[in-house]
């Protein structure tokens, strides 16, 4: 079709998903060789048709864990490579583009509900319900439904999180040349509980999650760093 690169987004952990289900879909990505792959577990909304949905379709956590296990395995030895948490490539020259583009403060364009734009100092965000963003767009209008001004906390958290996010991980150095921050001043105690929970590690320029805190990654980044941020974000605000 002339594309160059293709990527592939897969959703572990949806209703009556099998693990042989879930072997057969990675087998399949195999072959079919995209140049990335997207490897999600399926999060849950309150108030969405899965929130409401009867546990005994779900798969468990334990056995979403061992799908995200058994196939991050699987990519491994068919050639990919970690790019980041969530995302694997077979050419990691493709890995960085959306990384660098939003780390470095420029603007960018969400699509899709939930999708995040930002431009300047402005945060824009899309519509939960994909209903209403699909008539949105039918009516010719944005399906933006929150605008807010970026902080200073949103800007420290983001040079932090984004970084951490990719495969090797935080260079302290650039972060404190973006922020005027030493990180280990900022965000010392919570670095510290993720490396002894296994979660990240300390490398020679930085931090970076360890294969753990990949796997965890959304876990471990909202009850350390996203907690904290919250109790950041309150007190600028005071």
């Known amino acids: 079709?002339?594309?160059?690169?293709?990527?592939?987004?897969?959703?572990?952990?949806?209703?009556?998903?099998?693990?042989?289900?879930?072997?057969?879909?990675?087998?399949?990505?195999?072959?079919?060789?995209?140049?990335?792959?997207?490897?999600?577990?399926?999060?849950?909304?309150?108030?969405?048709?899965?929130?409401?949905?009867?546990?005994?379709?779900?798969?468990?956590?334990?056995?979403?864990?061992?799908?995200?296990?058994?196939?991050?395995?699987?990519?491994?030895?068919?050639?990919?490579?970690?790019?980041?948490?969530?995302?694997?490539?077979?050419?990691?020259?493709?890995?960085?583009?959306?990384?660098?583009?939003?780390?470095?403060?420029?603007?960018?364009?969400?699509?899709?509900?939930?999708?995040?734009?930002?431009?300047?100092?402005?945060?824009?965000?899309?519509?939960?319900?994909?209903?209403e963003y699909a008539r949105e767009l039918d009516a010719g209008r944005l399906a933006v439904r929150r605008v807010r001004e970026t902080t200073t906390t949103d800007w420290l958290v983001k040079s932090l999180v984004m970084p951490l996010k990719l495969r090797e991980g935080l260079d302290a150095d650039r972060f404190r040349q973006k922020c005027g921050h030493d990180v280990m001043a900022v965000f010392g105690p919570q670095l510290r509980r993720l490396e002894a929970l296994g979660l990240a590690e300390v490398t020679t320029k930085g931090w970076a999650l360890t294969e753990a805190g990949a796997l965890f990654e959304t876990e471990a980044l909202r009850d350390t760093i996203g907690r904290y941020a919250a109790s950041l974000a309150a007190a600028e605000q005071a």
């Open 1 to 131: 079709a002339g594309m160059a690169h293709t990527n592939i987004d897969l959703i572990l952990g949806l209703p009556h998903q099998s693990f042989a289900d879930v072997m057969r879909t990675i087998e399949t990505v195999g072959r079919l060789r995209p140049g990335a792959l997207t490897l999600y577990s399926l999060r849950v909304l309150p108030q969405t048709a899965f929130w409401r949905a009867d546990e005994q379709l779900m798969p468990t956590s334990a056995v979403v864990y061992l799908m995200q296990a058994v196939a991050r395995r699987y990519l491994v030895r068919a050639g990919y490579h970690r790019a980041g948490s969530t995302r694997w490539v077979t050419d990691p020259a493709f890995s960085h583009a959306q990384h660098d583009h939003t780390y470095d403060g420029l603007s960018s364009l969400g699509l899709g509900p939930r999708g995040a734009s930002y431009f300047r100092h402005l945060a824009f965000t899309n519509t939960r319900s994909t209903a």
